[in-house]
């Protein structure tokens, strides 16, 4: 099909596209074939007064043959506080803040870094990278699509690197955070696996450093990918459920002999499900609830289930749990020397596909969940398909993918988050993106988890063993599962 671009001096050329291609792709196409059109970061496609991401493609945006669109350019200068990260072995781990303009060139910011902090590397060492793209000196931070606000209270982050690297010397990563930018989040492009392909930009020996030099095609790139990563989440199966029974508060916390509350952290404790007498006494109290997860799936018990109990003051501001968009699946676990891959499940959870999120439906393994603190989980009624094929890390962490889902749930009707009232219970898959939530004051919060059996590995390091003497029903894995190192199985 073909579509109509116009330009603003009120020009307009036609070019060639198919309904699969991505926003970028056609901005590439823009800068190819016309000579007064700009590089595709100063480009603004709009489409029926939208304007249009990146990483969309045409069919999403609703464009068919003969649609005319219209280009703008990002323009104009505007000050802002810049902030920069170096990582570097040689230069260590610095941040410096100053003012800049939109207009400023790559280069004037990297003097400006040089001047602003003593010890960081001369201009010609100096590699900026920004969403994952390597910031060209003859650029400026407007074509990057940096903006300004009125003060400067709020900031960009840059991340710095030596450009004089090599094989074993490659910069290392961290979260680099994007507030006045006038597209999505940083977070749904920063990545492992993004990072993993920079590390190859940088490499001396790995093909992937030409594009240093082409990084509208390395944008390109992340854009086909980050759409591969869309395309397994699938909104067809809601991920949660809400039983129709149970609103009941959660057992009275534990208290000390002044009656002072005391804090509890279980985590994955082996228990027989619908055997109490396998539960410790501090536990004994939430077997009414665990009673009530196990009447929706009465084919779980008799089998070991993963008790977690949280218990514990938060501070305002604090989320209780660990933070960030997440499933409680990593997929694809890497484990020994020799790479032993593992596709882990924790609880699995399968449904009909006539679920919906409150009433009676036909759940099958899963995740039950309980807080006594409204609004404190947010979970999206929705599954990832493949989490290993959807750049999934290690821990479950999807921040990749929260502007998608938060797009998601202002354009479809049936994709509003979920915020958990307090004492319901909630069951979910493995696969439901979820998050802990900060809390607004302090509280005394009491989670509650139950994981079903279809469990296949359990971390040693990280769990719970049961004092009655309950053992895991799968592997079991030594090893910190945060620090990156090695994994082993103890216990096949």
């Known amino acids: 099909m073909r579509i109509t671009v116009g330009f603003p001096d009120r020009s307009q050329t036609t070019i060639p596209v198919q309904a699969s291609d991505a926003v970028l792709s056609v901005k590439v196409a823009l800068f190819n074939k016309v000579s007064h059109v700009p590089r595709p970061l100063r480009q603004i496609l709009v489409f029926d007064g939208i304007h249009l991401a990146d990483d969309r493609l045409l069919s999403e945006c609703h464009i068919r043959d003969g649609a005319r669109l219209k280009l703008l350019l990002k323009d104009g200068p505007a000050a802002f ?8 072995s040689s230069y260590g781990n610095k941040e410096t803040r100053f003012k800049v303009e939109a207009s400023d060139s790559i280069s004037s910011v990297k003097v400006q870094i040089q001047q602003n902090h003593e010890g960081h590397p001369p201009p010609a060492a100096q590699v900026l990278v920004f969403e994952g793209v390597i910031l060209e000196d003859y650029n400026s931070l407007a ?20 450009s004089n690297l090599h094989d074993h010397e490659l910069p290392l990563a961290t979260e680099i955070t994007r507030s006045n930018i ?63 029974y149970n609103t009941d508060p959660l057992p009275p916390p534990l208290v000390d002999s002044n009656g002072q509350l005391v804090s509890l952290n279980i985590n994955m404790m082996p228990f027989v499900m619908g055997h109490t007498n396998t539960l410790p006494d501090n536990c004994k109290r939430y077997a009414k609830l665990i009673d009530a997860c196990i009447r929706r799936v009465s084919h ?17 501001g604090n989320t209780q749990r660990r933070p960030g968009l997440h499933v409680e699946t990593p997929g694809i676990l890497k484990l020994g020397s020799t790479f032993k891959p593992i596709m882990v499940h924790w609880g699995w959870g399968s449904t009909d596909r006539n679920l919906v999120p409150s009433g009676s439906a036909d759940i099958t393994g899963g995740i039950f969940m309980a807080s006594s603190i409204p609004d404190s989980c947010a979970i999206w009624p929705c599954v990832i398909d493949n989490v290993s094929n959807a750049g999934v890390d290690s821990l479950g962490s999807m921040e990749h993918l929260r502007a998608a889902l938060e797009r998601a749930s202002k354009d479809q009707d049936d994709a509003e988050v979920f915020l958990q009232p307090a004492n ?4 979910i898959t493995d696969r439901t993106p979820h998050e802990s939530l900060p809390v ?43 620090s990156g190192t090695q994994m082993s199985i103890v216990q096949p």
């Open 81 to 88: 506080e810049l902030r920069v990260h170096s990582f570097d």
């Open 143 to 162: 074509d990057y699509g940096f903006k300004g606000f009125r003060g400067y209270e709020r900031n960009i982050s840059l991340s710095i690197a030596s």
């Open 182 to 244: 006038s597209e999505s989040p940083v977070a749904s492009s920063w990545n492992p696996i993004i990072f993993e392909l920079l590390c190859g930009v940088y490499s001396v020996s790995s093909p992937l450093r030409a594009f240093q030099r082409d990084s509208d095609s390395f944008r390109l790139i992340v854009a086909v990918l980050k759409e591969s990563w869309r395309n397994e989440i699938n909104w067809k199966t809601p991920g949660f459920h809400v039983p129709m």
């Open 300 to 316: 779980e018990e008799d089998k070991v289930g993963y008790l977690t109990v949280q218990e514990s003051w938060v501070e305002p």
């Open 424 to 427: 319901r219970l909630v069951w």
């Open 440 to 482: 607004k004051r302090r509280v005394f919060r009491q989670y509650f988890r139950l994981v079903t059996s279809n469990v296949n590995v359990w971390y040693a390091d990280h769990s719970t063993p049961n004092p009655l003497g309950v053992l895991p029903s799968c592997q079991v894995i030594k090893g910190n599962k945060f």
